[in-house]
């Protein structure tokens, strides 16, 4: 199994950065992609974008492009949520995500609040 645990979550203004992370351990070596999750009161949990673990292709929600970036350092087996020009309709709860090849996202972190205040 792998397990994952996000960090980086807190309160920003309209317009920050934050740069939230993602430690996997376990077995690390099954995963194929990992991707950021979020959900707001009252909302669906919506994809935020994902990355191949070895080959790094990376996509984004419309609503994220070109203002977060995903990376990551399998070196560390770290992923990382780069979150630019924040924008109150921004806040949620984020969560990491790892899938296997061919299959959907099965592990899961206990996420991590993010508020922008306007």
């Known amino acids: 199994q792998v397990q994952l645990v996000e960090s980086g979550g807190g309160l920003v203004q309209a317009g920050d950065s934050l740069r939230l992370s993602c430690a996997a351990s376990g077995r690390t070596f099954i995963i194929y992609r990992l991707g950021w999750f979020r959900q707001a009161p009252g909302k669906e949990r919506e994809l935020v974008g994902g990355i191949t673990w070895t080959a790094g292709v990376k996509h984004y929600a419309d609503s994220v492009k070109g203002r977060f970036i995903i990376s990551i350092d399998n070196a560390k087996n770290m992923g990382y949520l780069q979150m630019n020009s924040l924008k109150p309709e921004d806040t949620a709860f984020y969560y990491c995500?790892?899938?296997?090849?061919?299959?959907?996202?099965?592990?899961w972190g206990q996420g991590t609040q993010v508020t922008v205040s306007s």
């Open positions: 995500a790892a899938a296997r090849p061919g299959t959907q996202y099965e592990f």
